[in-house]
């Protein structure tokens, strides 16, 4: 595809369950940022990947969120013991440079809901 | 902290102009862009500005004073498609997009 895509589209958790959330960036794009957005508010960055490399995870709300890029294309966001302060929707971007200093455009996918009952 | 302030609703007719404002206050400045997001969708990209100044792109264009923390986005000859929120975002001086709560425009026929 030429976009962004994430999946699930929709999740439902109950409080306590793990879950993960994928991304599938534009190829080739070499940065990899993840975001939480609950309803009626902007994004909040959670973590930004360079290749594979996690540069920054100073966004992540507490050690039960972790993510990875092993392969610097595919992340997935994993949530384990999910708390009902989890729900929002999370969405990948990803920009074809890695110079995080650059103005680089960032491509967003359609997010993840993540309902926790 | 850092804050960034925009209007949470906004209602235009069609076919008018209109401004959409913000004001930012971050540990340093690197840009700030501006992203269109319609319900449900994912923010897309309409502009980034870095120097005090206007850019004009189409029927959008956005301003930016530095000095004073602010930027506009004006959008002419507004058509009901138009009708999302707008978000602003300011790349501070660690590189992250802080970003507002966006502001919802409504065009009426």
């Known amino acids: 595809g030429a976009g962004v895509s994430q999946s699930p589209r929709y999740k439902v958790a109950k409080r306590g369950q793990d879950v993960a959330l994928r991304c599938d960036p534009i190829?080739?794009?070499?940065?990899l940022f993840w975001y939480q957005q609950a309803l009626g508010q902007g994004p909040e960055f959670l973590t930004y990947f360079q290749n594979e490399a996690q540069l920054d995870k100073s966004g992540l709300p507490s050690d039960r969120f972790f993510a990875e890029r092993p392969e610097g294309s595919v992340s997935t966001l994993k949530i384990q013991r999910t708390q009902q302060e989890d729900s929002a929707v999370y969405l990948c971007?990803?920009?074809?440079?890695?110079?995080?200093?650059?103005?680089?455009?960032?491509?967003f996918g359609p997010g993840t809901r993540l309902t926790v009952l | 902290g850092q804050n960034i302030d925009q209007p949470t609703e906004m209602t235009a007719t069609e076919g008018a102009i209109v401004q959409i404002n913000c004001t930012y206050q971050t540990s340093g400045f690197n840009g700030l862009f501006w992203y269109q997001q319609h319900a449900g969708e994912a923010p897309t990209f309409l502009s980034y500005n870095v120097l005090d100044g206007l850019e004009e792109k189409g029927r959008f264009s956005s301003f930016l004073s530095r000095s004073k923390g602010y930027s506009y986005l004006l959008l002419k000859e507004l058509q009901m498609k138009d009708s999302a929120s707008y978000l602003c975002a300011v790349l501070d001086s660690n590189y992250q997009l802080i970003w507002g709560a966006g502001t919802k425009l409504i065009i009426k026929p």
């Open positions: 971007a990803s920009s074809l440079e890695g110079d995080r200093g650059a103005p680089n455009e960032q491509f």
């Open positions: 190829s080739g794009h070499v940065s």
